[in-house]
C-alpha cells in the first residue's frame, strides 16, 4: 500500500492476461497447504478469500501455495513426498534458477504458476532509473570531489532496445513515451508488441544493437540467452551506450563488462542482478568506473508482498472455481 493513502500502490503488467485451462489440462483441485510455514500468515486470507480450503502438508493437499523465494529444497521435498499434489504457485516471476528441478514435476502433470507480470512496475521503474542515472553521469557525480564541467546525456529522443517482451517490457514501453524514444523490441517469437516502434526475432540482435543508445535486458534467463551480452556484443556498442540488466545475471558476462567499462567501450551500465549473486565482497566489478550496482532490489520485499498476494488470490480462484490461472510457467522451457 502507498504511505497513508490505503490505495494499491502498484498493480500486475502481463504479456499474457490468463490462461483457461479444461479437461485434462486442468490441475484437479482441493486443499491448498503454504510453504514454508514460517511464511504463511500474510497469504492465509489470499487463499480463503478466494474459496481455498487450508490444510497442513499430507494426502489432502492438492496444490501448494510456496512462498520462500530464495529456498526451493523444501518445495521438492513437499513434492516428492506427495505425487496427488496438480498445482504449485511459486513466488518468484523468473523460474530459471530452479526450472531443472522443478522439470520432473512438470513432466509428470503438476502445473505451476509463477509470479510473471506481478512485479512489472516497479522493476520497470528501477531500469528507467538506472537508465536515466547512467545517462546523466551520476556514478561520476556522487565519486566527484570538485567541481567538474557541464557533461550528460538526455534520454528524450533516443533509440532504446529492450530485450524480451514480457509485463515488464510492456511497462517500460510505457514510462519511456513521455521522452519520445524510439524503442525496439527484441524477442524469440515473431510477433508485434504493442508500444513499441518495431519488434524485432533474436536472431537479428545484432543488427540492432549498434544502433541503441541504451540496451536494457527483461528477458529470463534461457539458454539462448545466457552470456548474451559477452565482448563482442559490448564492443559493438556505440561508445556513448548504456546497459541496464534488471533481468537475471547469468544474461552478461561480467568479465567482459569490467574490461569494456575500464576501456570505455561503453559509457555506463547498471545492473540489478549479477552471477554469482550476492556478488562477493572484493569482486572487482564493485570498483569498476561508470557501474551502478543495486542488491537486486527493483522490487523490494514490501513492494513485492501485496502483489504476490493478489496473485494467490487470482489462482486459488483458478484453482479451486474458474480454470483461469495467472502466469502459468513452463519448467520444460525453463520461464
Do not use: C
Amino acid at each position: 500500500m502507498s504511505a497513508g493513502s490505503g490505495q494499491v500502490q502498484h498493480r500486475a503488467r502481463l504479456a499474457e492476461e490468463s490462461t483457461l485451462l479444461d479437461g485434462d489440462e486442468r490441475p484437479e483441485p482441493g486443499a491448498i497447504t503454504l510453504l514454508p510455514v514460517s511464511h504463511a500468515e500474510p497469504f492465509t486470507d489470499a487463499v480463503v478469500s478466494s474459496g481455498g480450503r487450508l490444510v497442513e502438508l499430507g494426502p489432502e493437499t492438492r496444490g501448494i501455495v510456496y512462498l520462500s523465494a530464495s529456498k526451493v529444497q523444501g518445495l521438492i521435498d513437499a513434492l516428492e513426498a506427495n505425487p496427488q499434489v496438480t498445482w504449485v504457485q511459486l513466488p518468484f516471476a523468473g523460474i530459471d534458477n530452479f526450472a531443472a528441478k522443478l522439470k520432473p514435476h512438470a513432466e509428470r502433470g503438476v502445473l505451476f504458476t509463477s509470479a510473471k507480470g506481478a512485479y512489472a512496475e516497479p522493476v520497470a521503474e528501477h531500469a528507467l532509473a538506472l537508465t536515466l542515472a547512467l545517462l546523466r553521469e551520476f556514478p561520476r557525480r556522487l565519486a566527484a570531489r570538485t567541481w567538474e564541467k557541464k557533461t550528460g546525456t538526455s534520454l528524450y529522443g533516443k533509440h532504446v532496445v529492450i530485450v524480451g517482451a514480457g509485463g515488464i517490457a510492456l511497462e517500460l514501453l510505457d514510462l519511456l513515451k513521455p521522452f519520445r524514444v524510439t524503442t525496439t523490441i527484441v524477442r524469440a517469437r515473431d510477433l508485434p508488441v504493442d508500444g513499441a516502434t518495431r519488434t524485432v526475432t533474436a536472431d537479428r540482435f545484432d543488427e540492432v544493437l549498434p544502433e541503441a543508445d541504451a540496451v536494457i535486458l527483461a528477458a529470463a534467463a534461457t539458454d539462448g540467452t545466457r552470456g548474451l551480452i559477452n565482448e563482442a556484443r559490448l564492443r559493438a556498442m556505440k561508445e556513448s551506450a548504456v546497459l541496464v540488466n534488471i533481468a537475471r545475471g547469468p544474461l552478461v558476462d561480467l568479465a567482459a563488462l569490467q574490461v569494456a567499462l575500464e576501456e570505455s567501450w561503453i559509457a555506463g551500465a547498471g545492473i540489478d542482478v549479477t552471477s554469482p549473486e550476492p556478488l562477493p565482497d572484493g569482486h572487482p566489478l564493485w570498483t569498476a568506473p561508470r557501474l551502478i550496482i543495486t542488491p537486486h532490489s527493483a522490487d523490494t520485499p514490501e513492494m513485492v508482498r501485496p502483489l504476490l498476494q493478489e496473485r494467490v488470490r487470482q489462482n486459488v480462484d483458478a484453482f479451486v472455481s474458474t480454470g483461469r490461472f495467472v502466469g502459468v510457467a513452463d519448467p520444460v522451457r525453463g520461464y
